[in-house]
């Protein structure tokens, strides 16, 4: 069992039929927040492996004697995107920030989601994070914030780029490609909770050259070396 953020929920899946291909294991994930993720880890959750969406957590497991000593490597550094399923609506530059026609803004909750955390800064790096109080509808995981904007329950919302991005080209609607300057970089970092063998052939497909390339076709930003 492989807890995994939800960010990545797209490019796993893909990888998973990769290395069910080549190794024969089967892969089970469980998708959710990090902060949850965490929580649920140190309560000695089943989980054989944590990709989480920040470097931060991962860190804290293995200091803490939890995860597998050694195992813990960046294996891709997310990207933000505004984004809404209406064509025409976040123009290229995010300029629909500003001028506030929207009543709902979804973001992910910022205490337990690292895209949380980048959208908080992006607002307030633009100087809006007071003003769009009321307007916000965060979610527990990017993954719930993506729902909100997908569901129509908020016309406009901060997800991560890998939910818009496809192989081929991006899903419908219109979105600003947050750069990545405008807040802390999204490092997310996996880590061995058991070592064993399925893991552990789980933790070196992940840093293959077919697995990475799937992280960057999902618009991930990927570390030359994991090591």
């Known amino acids: 069992m492989v807890a995994a953020a939800t960010n990545v929920q797209a490019p796993l899946e893909h990888i998973a039929r990769l290395f069910e291909q080549e190794t024969g294991h089967r892969l089970v994930f469980s998708f959710g927040a990090t902060g949850k993720h965490y929580a649920q880890i140190r309560r000695r959750a089943p989980f054989d492996a944590f990709l989480a969406a920040d470097s931060e957590r991962p860190g804290r497991l293995e200091q803490e004697?939890?995860?597998?000593?050694?195992?813990?490597?960046?294996?891709?550094?997310?990207?933000?995107?505004?984004?809404?399923?209406q064509p025409g609506?976040?123009?290229p530059?995010?300029?629909v920030l500003e001028h506030g026609r929207y009543r709902h803004l979804a973001i992910a909750n910022p205490r337990l989601a690292p895209y949380g955390v980048a959208a908080e800064a992006v607002l307030r790096a633009r100087g809006l994070w007071e003003g769009v109080q009321g307007k916000l509808v965060q979610g527990e995981s990017i993954g719930q914030a993506y729902q909100f904007v997908g569901s129509g329950n908020a016309e406009l919302g901060f997800v991560a780029l890998a939910q818009i991005r496809r192989p081929g080209g991006f899903i419908v609607g219109s979105a600003w490609i947050v750069p990545a300057d405008l807040h802390p970089p999204?490092?997310?970092q996996a880590v061995l909770l058991r070592d064993t063998?399925?893991?552990?052939?789980?933790?070196?497909f992940l840093q293959s050259p077919p697995a990475r390339e799937v992280f960057r076709q999902y618009g991930y930003d990927v570390p030359e070396s994991s090591s």
């Open 65 to 85: 004697g939890i995860a597998v000593a050694g195992t813990r490597f960046t294996y891709a550094v997310g990207r933000l995107a505004l984004w809404s399923p």
């Open 89 to 91: 609506v976040v123009d």
């Open 93 to 95: 530059q995010g300029e």
């Open 186 to 188: 999204i490092e997310q």
């Open 197 to 204: 063998p399925p893991a552990r052939a789980f933790w070196r």
